[in-house]
């Protein structure tokens, strides 16, 4: 469970399985990407396939793309970490943008 939302137990079971995979195999290291956020991006994949009475199952693009969405967000979390982007919840949708360091200091980080 993350972000306070609470998952069926076949989902959280299955993600649970996937990121004791990956924490073998060095992703988290490897990629510099968060594993809390890639629990989360998980359980919402296999929350939307558990709804619809699919097996939790994923295919190759669909893990991929649940990693790239993983990576992208774990970025913007780090980049919102050091006050370069921001975000607001846009009726449910969560929105980055370029702060005022960020504009004024974008080519430093390039």
């Known amino acids: 469970m993350?972000?306070?939302?609470?998952y069926p137990?076949?989902?959280t079971e299955t993600t649970a399985?996937?990121?004791?995979?990956?924490?073998?195999?060095?992703?988290?290291g490897d990629q510099e990407c968060d594993k809390e956020i890639t629990e989360?991006?998980?359980n919402e994949a296999l929350t939307s396939k558990f709804l619809q009475g699919e097996d939790l199952e994923l295919s190759p693009e669909e893990i991929l793309k649940v990693l790239d969405m993983s990576i992208i967000m774990s970025?913007?979390?780090r980049l919102e970490k050091?006050?370069?982007?921001?975000?607001?919840?846009?009726?449910?949708?969560e929105k980055f943008f370029l702060t005022e360091f960020g504009r004024k200091n974008w080519k430093k980080f390039k």
Do not use: A, H, Q
Not at 18 to 24: H, M, P, Q, R, Y
Not at 82 to 93: K, R
């Open 2 to 6: 993350s972000k306070g939302r609470i």
């Open 17 to 28: 399985r996937v990121i004791e995979g990956l924490e073998s195999s060095g992703f988290f």
């Open 9 to 11: 137990e076949p989902v």
């Open 40 to 42: 989360e991006k998980f």
């Open 82 to 93: 050091l006050n370069i982007v921001g975000s607001i919840d846009d009726e449910g949708v």
């Open 75 to 77: 970025s913007l979390r």
